[in-house]
């Protein structure tokens, strides 16, 4: 296993198809936090956990007026039959062609099974990795890395306690 | 390693002694069917372990795959309101197959609970404010998925079955000594 890119790289931009007919690129949500969580498959039971927990704290990610992307090498078909099933809010990038690429330029793919890492960035309003984390694949990570990293990135956003920065760095 | 950040409260729907040497924390959503697996698990757990563990039970309602779990969890609330608690999550987990207004209704009733209070508590969303307190603290917590436990403030990553939770138990009961 490589190396995610870690906290203070430049997040790679993209461009990947969000649904079939359409394309988001990192740089058009310039502006506003962003969190790609990476993982590896549609359907699988785990993943449908973490994507169906984050489902559900979009609100909170949203006080810090953060965007939420999932990104798998699925393509967008896929990503649309899956995101209706499980009734996702949030868009699911099909990392489909060349296929992992953007996961690539992130350090997160896994050349073996040619599916991305469970990885996690915060990617701050200019484009730089705030923080990031990869959990091993079969784990869930949970909501509770990227929302201490948005509340140390912006200290005015939806909670107080932002007295835990210093020692929180991956 | 995830730890609960909240700790347990008066707010908290406790069985057992508060002071116990070992406090058993679940995040759980009534119409998850793992979770309702897992409740025998945890009646062993206490019987078993008896005074020397408190069991804390918080909703976790996935609400996009569980169109039933807020309303189960306000109702679990109502009860507690009228210090029923136990009663309503017992009854909502061992008829979960029934889950929905019609059940609520029975339960409620069975433990002297009108119907139009019911009603009315759920409509208004008397309760929602708590279930997402109580929600929000186990993302906090590192909670993944459901059922998620905590043994005296570290995450379970074990399975429910009563001889992973009791093994874990007795991890944190001889750590003490």
């Known amino acids: 296993m490589g190396q995610i890119l870690p906290a203070g790289a430049t997040a790679p931009d993209f461009e990947l198809h969000v649904t079939p007919d359409q394309m988001l690129s990192l740089n058009d949500l310039k502006g506003k936090p962003v969190i790609m969580a990476f993982y590896p498959a549609d359907w699988s039971p785990v993943c449908g956990d973490q994507m169906g927990l984050y489902n559900e704290v979009l609100s909170e990610f949203r006080k810090y007026d953060a965007e939420l992307l999932g990104i798998s090498v699925d393509g967008a078909w896929c990503h649309e039959a899956f995101a209706k099933d499980r009734h996702l809010h949030f868009p699911l990038l099909a990392d489909f062609e060349p296929k992992g690429a953007v996961a690539k330029s992130y350090g997160a793919y896994r050349e073996g099974e040619g599916v991305s890492e469970r990885a996690l960035f915060v990617i701050d309003q200019n484009g730089v990795i705030f923080w990031s984390y990869r959990s091993p694949i079969a784990v869930n990570p949970g909501a509770d890395g990227i929302l201490d990293a948005l509340e140390r990135l912006q200290p005015h956003g939806a909670s107080h306690e932002h007295t835990t920065a210093a020692h929180h760095t991956v | ?177």
């Open chain 2, 1 to 177: 390693m995830s730890t609960l950040r909240p700790p347990i409260t008066p707010y908290d729907h406790v069985r057992g002694p508060a002071d116990a040497e070992v406090a058993l924390v679940e995040y759980g959503d009534y119409q998850c069917p793992h979770c309702a697996a897992a409740h025998p698990h945890v009646k062993l757990v206490e019987r078993q372990f008896g005074r020397r563990l408190c069991f804390a039970f918080r909703h976790f309602p996935l609400n996009q795959v569980h169109p039933y779990a807020e309303s189960a969890a306000e109702c679990a609330e109502v009860a507690a309101a009228h210090s029923r608690f136990w009663e309503m999550h017992d009854g909502l987990y061992e008829n979960q197959e029934l889950l929905g207004p019609p059940l609520f209704l029975e339960l409620a009733r069975n433990l002297g609970i009108s119907d139009l209070e019911l009603s009315q508590a759920l409509t208004a969303g008397t309760f929602a404010p708590k279930v997402r307190s109580d929600f929000l603290g186990g993302v906090r917590s590192g909670v993944n998925g459901t059922p998620t436990f905590f043994i005296n403030g570290r995450r379970h990553d074990g399975t429910y079955l009563h001889q992973d939770l009791a093994a874990a138990i007795e991890t944190h009961l001889h750590a003490k000594v």
